[in-house]
């Protein structure tokens, strides 16, 4: 059991039995958990510390991942949890609120938890349009991804929702699900172009502004209009904005490209010294199998650059008693 201590320097919670970790790792999605377990496997001491909200949990299915295909997504995040357990990795269900350089991984509570590197796999956030019907449906037949969830609506009366830019891409990505696509124009203004590409796809394009989904009996019905006007519908898509969680990131200093997101090497390395980061984190395309090699690729990185300092330690080791010499 962990037992909690005092700390002289910062009245800060080390966890006794918690010192001398070699990796921390936040979040246990599929990267932070694929991660763990090549580093478990690799011999590495390593804490997964996780609050608890993975990005896919309002869906009942999860598709795309080969061998798991049509897995709950939290059945898979078990499977992990138990593997991991199996190389010696704990686990805890806790919120990661500071990082600080060294490294202090400070939970939620007060505890600290030193590392020698940290890999941050804390996903992102999707945040909805403000439409009524849409935050209860989110993951069910309110959906963003046609490759997760277009071949379970396949050949059904579909929209696509104007509420992001993206969402023109994805109404002539979805035409490939189903014939029947019509486009919500909402408030998103459409150039010559949009519309060209839209119609030549066999995209309906509806104006006018949407009032609310209609739900009934478990299930997306359609949209009702503002002015009024049903649109039956058997599914919706949207296309949410997404927010990397990232913040335990930027305050460790890791810079950002013009698009908004944390700049890392293709194995997750940071900008900053032994800070590495993974999956959705840094990378809004990342499906559940990708954020999973993702996650592999920066426990291999990490591995290395431990194996290159334990290396060099040795060797000043080796220098300061004479032994080189002898
Ligand atoms: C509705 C929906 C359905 C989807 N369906 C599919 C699908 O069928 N197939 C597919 O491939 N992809 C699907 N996706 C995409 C999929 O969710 C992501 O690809 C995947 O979750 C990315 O994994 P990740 O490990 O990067 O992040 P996540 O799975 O989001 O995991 C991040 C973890 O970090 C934790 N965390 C965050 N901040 C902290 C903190 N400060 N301290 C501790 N822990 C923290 C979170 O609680 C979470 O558990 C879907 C997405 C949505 C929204």
Redesign the pocket.
């Known amino acids: 059991m962990m037992k909690a201590m005092n700390r002289d320097d910062a009245g800060a919670r080390h966890m006794a039995d918690d010192q001398g970790h070699d990796v921390v790792v ?7 958990l694929n991660a763990a377990l090549l580093l478990g496997r690799a011999r590495r001491k390593v804490v997964v ?8 949990a ?2 009942q ?5 080969l061998s798991r295909d049509g897995l709950p ?1 939290a059945t898979l995040l078990e499977l992990g949890r138990a593997e991991i357990a199996r190389y010696g990795v704990r686990f805890l269900r ?4 500071e990082i600080d350089h060294g490294f202090s991984v400070r939970l939620e509570g007060g505890e600290v938890i030193d590392a020698r590197r940290v890999l941050v ?4 956030r ?1 945040e909805l349009p403000d439409l009524p019907g849409i935050r209860e449906r ?2 069910k037949d309110v ?3 046609p490759y ?2 277009g071949y379970e609506v396949r050949d059904q009366p579909l929209a696509v929702l104007g509420t992001h830019p993206g969402a023109v891409h994805q109404a002539l990505l979805l035409r490939q699900w189903s014939d029947d696509v019509i486009f919500l124009q909402h408030t998103l203004s459409l150039t010559a172009e949009d519309r060209e590409r839209l119609e030549g796809r066999g995209v309906r394009i509806v104006e006018g502004a949407i009032g609310h989904i209609v739900v009934e009996g478990d299930r997306v019905r359609g949209i009702e209009l503002a002015d009024g006007r049903a649109v039956p519908r058997a599914a919706v898509f949207l296309f949410p904005r997404m927010v990397p ?1 990232d913040e ?1 990131l930027t305050r460790l200093g890791c810079a950002k490209n013009d698009t908004g997101w944390i700049v890392a090497d293709r194995t997750g390395r940071t900008g900053v010294p032994g800070v590495w980061a ?4 840094i990378d809004p395309r ?6 999973a090699g993702m ?1 592999s690729a920066a426990a291999f990185a990490i591995n290395a650059d431990l194996v290159d300092e334990d290396v060099q330690h040795a060797i000043e080791q080796r220098r300061a008693t004479g032994a080189a010499d002898r």
């Open positions: 936040v979040g246990a999605g599929a990267a932070g510390i996780d609050a608890g909200e993975p990005r896919n309002p869906a299915h999860m598709h795309g991942f997504p806790r919120r990661v609120e796999t804390t996903g992102l999707d989110w993951g959906l963003h991804c997760c969830h969680r335990l993974a999956g959705n984190v990342a499906q559940v199998v990708t954020a996650g």
